[in-house]
């Protein structure tokens, strides 16, 4: 079992950046996939981001692609996305989930966290 817990979020002007956090406790985080994912009101829930147990692999949405980053310390059970260049479309809950494989679909990630608000004023 994996828990993620997501903090980072948080209330800011168009152009500014957020740095979100994954951490994780349980068994074996290091060797999971962690993919980003976000909902917007009223909207589906989207992929954002994602990489790979080794940080080798990362792979993006189009539409966050250049602004936003993902990292990982294993060392530290923590998954990063950093946020650039913010935009009021971006303004969505972010959620963190992990899973055996870096892939764009959701449901291909077992455990997710609770996510956290990021909101971009225009």
């Known amino acids: 079992q994996v828990q993620l817990v997501e903090s980072g979020g948080g209330l800011v002007q168009a152009g500014g950046s957020l740095r979100l956090s994954c951490a994780a406790s349980?068994?074996?985080?290091?060797?999971?996939?962690v993919g980003w994912f976000r909902q917007a009101p009223g909207k589906e829930r989207e992929f954002v981001a994602t990489?790979?147990?080794?940080?080798?692999?990362?792979y993006y949405a189009v539409s966050v692609k250049g602004r936003f980053t993902i990292s990982r310390n294993n060392a530290r059970n923590t998954v990063y996305l950093q946020m650039n260049s913010l935009k009021p479309e971006d303004t969505a809950v972010y959620y963190c989930?992990?899973?055996?494989?870096?892939?764009?679909?959701?449901?291909?990630?077992?455990?997710w966290g609770q996510g956290t608000q990021v909101t971009v004023s225009s």
């Open positions: 989930a992990a899973g055996r494989a870096a892939v764009v679909d959701g449901t291909g990630y077992e455990y």
């Open positions: 349980g068994r074996a985080f290091s060797s999971f996939a």
């Open positions: 990489i790979n147990w080794s940080s080798s692999f990362t």
